[in-house]
């Protein structure tokens, strides 16, 4: 579980490719990145696979906000498990919390008889849980293979100290995966501190619209978001974070 990894989060075909290209040893798939991601449509991922070979793993997460799902909510996860496990995808990237804040075990025992054999990680569910060495332990004993997390901080530069233990804890039964600001410069800084040696990160890079007319004062979501700013992840950036874990 020492192995060096690499996984670039990417919505978008462009992006996919762009990792691709940059290094990247697999892509974590989903939707609307810009709010933390959610469930992509099979469509996107048919169409990656159509242009590329490297390995996908889904981000299986029914909407924005909290990992306290409904019924209605678990029952299309389980079935979006099954799905992309048909269509071809490598793991799923999944999470389900108890109002109290621990691991839902019950229900993510069913994700996992889902999953048959397909890879899992635990997402970053994990760093808004309540106790972080119980919900690793409780992981392990689920056969989930990697689990992504920032150390419970808003970055994984931050999350340094914790993630030094969960490693340790981890003792390579389960891959620990830094994930939170994650780009070459924080790698090189983030290796020493915790010893992780698999990372997560967007590596996303802000263009313009090609849009000539834009109308000004109307907002098709969050006003803090405009629609004329297109979010890509960048090769140069994903080729900076290789070469830097590369060595």
């Known amino acids: 579980m020492n192995q060096k990894i690499l996984e670039v989060c990417v919505d978008s075909v462009e992006s996919a490719l762009a990792a691709e290209r940059g290094g990247a040893d697999r892509l974590e798939l989903c939707q609307n990145l810009v709010i933390g991601g959610t469930t992509p449509s099979p469509k996107l991922f048919e169409t990656i696979r159509r242009y590329s070979k490297i390995p996908?793993?889904?981000?299986?997460?029914?909407?924005?906000?909290?990992?306290?799902?409904?019924?209605?909510?678990?029952?299309?996860?389980?079935?979006?498990?099954t799905m992309y496990r048909k269509l071809g995808a490598e793991g799923v990237?999944?999470?389900?919390?108890l109002?109290?804040?621990?691991?839902?075990?019950?229900?993510?025992?069913?994700?996992?008889?889902?999953?048959?054999?397909?890879?899992?990680?635990?997402?970053?569910?994990?760093?808004?849980?309540?106790?972080?060495?119980?919900?690793?332990?409780?992981?392990?004993?689920l056969?989930?293979?990697?689990?992504?997390?920032?150390?419970?901080?808003?970055?994984?530069?931050?999350?340094?100290?914790?993630?030094?233990?969960?490693?340790?804890?981890?003792?390579?039964?389960?891959q620990i995966q830094a994930g939170g600001g994650i780009c070459a410069e924080v790698i090189e800084k983030l290796y020493p501190l915790c010893g992780v040696t698999a990372y997560h990160m967007s590596g996303k890079t802000e263009l313009d619209s090609k849009m000539e007319y834009r109308k000004e004062g109307v907002n098709m979501g969050l006003p803090s978001l405009s629609e004329y700013t297109i979010y890509r992840t960048s090769e140069?950036?994903?080729?900076?974070?290789?070469?830097?874990?590369?060595?």
């Open 143 to 174: 056969g989930i293979q990697t689990i992504l997390t920032s150390g419970q901080q808003n970055s994984a530069l931050k999350g340094a100290p914790l993630l030094k233990e969960l490693k340790e804890q981890a003792a390579r039964r389960i």
């Open 236 to 247: 140069a950036a994903v080729r900076a974070a290789r070469n830097v874990l590369d060595r």
């Open 56 to 81: 996908i793993h889904v981000l299986l997460r029914p909407r924005f906000g909290d990992f306290c799902y409904t019924q209605y909510e678990f029952e299309m996860l389980r079935e979006e498990v």
């Open 99 to 141: 109002p109290e804040g621990t691991l839902d075990i019950r229900r993510m025992e069913k994700l996992m008889e889902a999953a048959e054999g397909m890879s899992v990680t635990l997402h970053r569910a994990f760093d808004v849980c309540k106790d972080p060495k119980a919900a690793l332990k409780q992981a392990t004993e």
């Open 93 to 97: 990237v999944i999470g389900m919390l």
